[in-house]
């Protein structure tokens, strides 16, 4: 392989693992907030308990997932020096909001939420959760802000060889970066709804000891996913009127279509390869439908079970079923993702700067290293929070009653 094609595996390995954390904290951090604010408006004992188990998968999550970002960050700039030479006055700013409300703002009020149960004022408690769910979202908008800048490049134009912002709301408006945004915080509710539905699935087929938390749980998973599965295919479907001509000449196997653009772009920016490959773009995009057609339909069949009590309590082959179920959202985002960037190659910065030119002076050996390296790094991150989860996940609600949890008896079970 050429330098070229390594560097753009490493990438897409990278961030493609940084994105299935990605994923999971975002949808997970929005239902714990609402497991909270539920405890804190009722005074429930079972949803405190909620917010205390399904908070410690969230932060398990977000800590490998914060470790993961700062990784591919570092490989971001390390490979890609020409991208930033060039566009860096545009979405680096975006990055670097990302990294303020990420890494600062959101890490702050995330350590007080952890370390302040029990000793701040409940609503105090509630509002801190509250900040940290609505910095992860301004977090995963400032980032869309940068990549809907490459998809969509405006507010900006080319002088003395380097981009320079001529319209910032331009840039913060930009139409691939809102209908971006709008579906992966739709998808990351699929993914956590199919995550806690199919956890709670475990333990219900196991007969653990917390029937009623779990039957809670997942009515809460299932009820959460199908609604947000038809939010995210409405946002996907607006996506495709920002997509790149090309990109969807090329799913869509139009070869006149291709050939046309092909010689326009030609004519433009000189000879070359101008249509992403094909294989890639069709096979992403169809294994994209493919995975939203099988979740809906589990995500259907769920919503009709989850309204037989029997069905929530007995009903084996279901709880096995969405237990199996959980990888499903997180294919679905990656090869959503895959459509999306390798669509509009062979452009970085679309119809500006192209993925070779972008790429920094580093020898194929160097490539090669980092890739082994930064590949083994997120393989054993990626083994470790999964061993973490599923561990924290079997031991149940119990094992994060370290604290004073008011006395309560069960309500009794009600649909």
């Not at 954390?21 to 405190?48: C, D, Y």
């Not at 134009?157 to 139409?175: C, F, H, I, M, S």
């Not at 490959?277 to 809906?296: E, K, N, R, Y």
Request: aromatic share 12%; with cysteine; hydrophobic share 55%.
């Amino acid at each position: 392989m050429e330098t070229l094609d390594l560097a753009r595996l490493q990438f897409a390995l990278t961030a493609g693992s940084h994105f299935l954390f990605v994923a999971l904290t975002l949808g997970l951090a929005t239902l714990v907030a609402f497991m909270q604010t539920r405890a804190t408006l009722t005074g429930s004992a079972v949803h405190r308990r909620m917010t205390r188990f399904w908070g410690r998968l969230y932060v398990i999550n977000y800590a490998m997932g914060i470790v993961t970002g700062l990784v591919m960050e570092f490989q971001f700039g390390l490979v890609w020096s020409g991208l930033t030479h060039f566009a860096g006055n545009v979405f680096g700013a975006s990055l670097a909001m990302e990294t303020l409300t990420a890494f600062f703002v959101e890490s702050t009020f995330l350590g007080l939420w952890i370390f302040g149960w029990d000793r701040l004022n409940r609503w105090a408690h509630l509002g801190v959760l509250w900040v940290v769910t609505l910095t992860a979202y301004a977090s995963a908008y400032w980032i869309l802000v940068s990549n809907g800048f490459l998809q969509n490049p405006v507010g900006a134009e080319v002088v003395d060889g380097v981009l320079r912002l001529t319209d910032a709301a331009a840039v913060l408006t930009n139409p691939a970066a809102l209908t971006a945004f709008g579906h992966i915080l739709c998808g990351a509710l699929v993914v956590a709804g199919f995550f806690v539905a199919g956890v709670s699935a475990h333990h219900l087929r196991r007969r653990t000891e917390e029937q009623e938390f779990f039957r809670r749980s997942l009515r809460i998973g299932v009820f959460t996913a199908l609604p947000a599965l038809m939010a995210t295919a409405a946002f996907g479907g607006v996506q495709f009127g920002t997509a790149q001509p090309m990109k969807l000449a090329v799913y869509r196997g139009a070869a006149q279509e291709v050939a046309r653009l092909q010689a326009e772009t030609a004519a433009a920016h000189g000879p070359g390869d101008y249509a992403p490959p094909a294989g890639l773009v069709q096979g992403s995009a169809t294994t994209m439908m493919i995975l939203f057609a099988l979740m809906l339909l589990i995500a259907g069949l769920n919503a009709l079970l989850a309204l037989f009590p029997w069905a929530v309590r007995r009903l084996r082959i279901w709880h096995v079923l969405l237990t199996a179920a959980v990888p499903l959202p997180f294919a679905a985002m990656l090869a959503g993702w895959v459509f999306r960037e390798v669509g509009r190659q062979p452009w970085v910065v679309y119809g500006l700067l192209t993925t070779q030119d972008a790429l920094g002076e580093l020898s194929p050996g160097a490539v090669r290293f980092s890739l082994a390296a930064f590949a083994s790094l997120f393989g054993l991150l990626i083994a470790v929070n999964t061993w973490m989860l599923a561990r924290s996940a079997r031991q149940g609600p119990a094992a994060t009653e370290t604290g004073h949890v008011p006395a309560e008896p069960l309500p009794a079970p009600a649909f």
